[in-house]
């Protein structure tokens, strides 16, 4: 039994300007010669005519037999980022050649659309591949699309426009890095959400115990605290975070009391790439956990993991949580007024709602 033959795709032609301007020389020439039957008039109306039908037959035809399909090797990509891919075409004519072809290529079910030329000639019977770099700007799982060829053939009298489409692996958009001063967020000890007193007004500006010490002769006086030495009365100093190399373990609650907005959302996943990223560049997190999901960071594969968490990350409706007391080297993710984000040491009883602008 003979495999069935994928049928055709349909083929639409419409006419250009230019088409439409011998169409209409070429009726008049006939409508003067049918008056004044002058025979030079006909042959122009016939010639006229005849190139103006046939154009639209051959550029119907040779479209017919074009086959396309897109592939590409490259699985995941960063939004704003070109993503490798193939575009295969074919030509199933056995006499028609095709002339530089046109595809659009968008992301499935968008309206971004990019159109690619393939310059050069398809010729009968044969397949070509180009390289194309569509860019996908929206975090998620998408397929690129390559449909809609289109060609002007032989002349550029009509445009043919081909159903035919094809559809490449799936692949997962992660978030866009954005700019993040991460030092400014590492330098000053995170912040406590609400302000409180006693011992708990030390536990707000998250200064461990293991980092707090006397003063001693010798110490530069700019490293002394003067808001913890006028609580403790006493000199006091904090060791700089950076001079310990402590490994964090990031939280980070997607729930719509603390990201109300979807453009808050959007840029605090941008915002949390950036941190993720440089902070495991500098070995100083050890994992982060999303809605009670915790994702290890130790290598390559686990922040792949966790970017394709991000990639598909949605705001939850639940309310954040609060755990207490508060856990060494522990850090919440929060929003922050001036557009950015914060880390805390603790979650508050109750989450303040601040729109990220």
């Known amino acids: 039994m003979k495999p069935k033959r994928e049928k055709a795709p349909s083929v639409s032609v419409s006419s250009e300007e230019s088409g439409r301007v011998v169409l209409r020389l070429g009726l008049i020439s006939l409508v003067v010669y049918l008056v004044l039957q002058v025979d030079f008039l006909a042959i122009v109306a016939c010639g006229l005519l005849g190139v103006y039908w046939?154009?639209?037959?051959?550029?119907?035809?040779?479209?017919?037999?074009?086959?396309?399909?897109?592939?590409?090797?490259?699985?995941?990509?960063?939004?704003?980022?070109?993503?490798?891919?193939?575009?295969?075409?074919?030509?199933?004519?056995?006499?028609?050649?095709?002339?530089?072809?046109?595809?659009?290529?968008?992301?499935?079910?968008?309206?971004?659309?990019?159109a690619f030329q393939f310059h050069g000639v398809v010729f009968p019977g044969k397949g070509t591949q180009l390289s194309v770099d569509p860019i996908l700007n929206t975090r998620g799982l998408w397929h690129l699309e390559a449909d809609s060829p289109r060609i002007q053939f032989p002349f550029a009298l009509h445009l043919a426009q081909s159903k035919a489409s094809s559809k490449s692996a799936e692949i997962v958009v992660w978030p866009r890095p954005e700019t993040l001063d991460v030092d400014s967020l590492l330098n000053e000890p995170p912040r406590f959400r609400f302000e409180t007193s006693g011992e708990q007004s030390i536990l707000s500006e998250n200064i461990e115990a293991a980092r707090i010490r006397d003063y001693q002769a010798g110490d530069p006086k700019s490293r002394i605290n003067w808001k913890l030495s006028a609580k403790l009365d006493k000199l006091t100093i904090i060791e700089p975070r950076d001079e310990r190399q402590e490994r964090y373990e990031l939280h980070l609650e997607t729930s719509k009391d603390l990201w109300p907005s979807e453009l808050a959302f959007e840029r605090m996943l941008r915002l949390v790439t950036t941190l993720v990223s440089e902070l495991s560049r500098r070995k100083l997190v050890q994992g982060i956990t999303i809605d009670a999901?915790?994702?290890?960071?130790?290598?390559?594969?686990?922040?792949?993991?966790?970017?394709?968490a991000l990639a598909v990350a949605t705001p939850s409706s639940k309310s954040p949580e609060a755990p207490l007391p508060p856990r060494r080297h522990h850090l919440w993710i929060l929003p922050a007024p001036n557009s950015e984000i914060l880390l805390a040491s603790q979650s508050a009883p109750t989450f303040e709602r601040e729109v990220v602008r």
């Open 293 to 308: 999901l915790h994702y290890p960071l130790a290598n390559n594969r686990d922040l792949i993991r966790f970017y394709d």
């Open 54 to 114: 046939s154009s639209s037959m051959l550029a119907r035809s040779s479209l017919a037999g074009l086959r396309i399909a897109i592939s590409t090797k490259q699985l995941r990509a960063r939004c704003g980022e070109p993503v490798d891919a193939r575009v295969h075409l074919k030509n199933e004519n056995r006499v028609l050649p095709i002339f530089y072809p046109t595809f659009s290529i968008r992301e499935e079910s968008t309206r971004r659309i990019q």
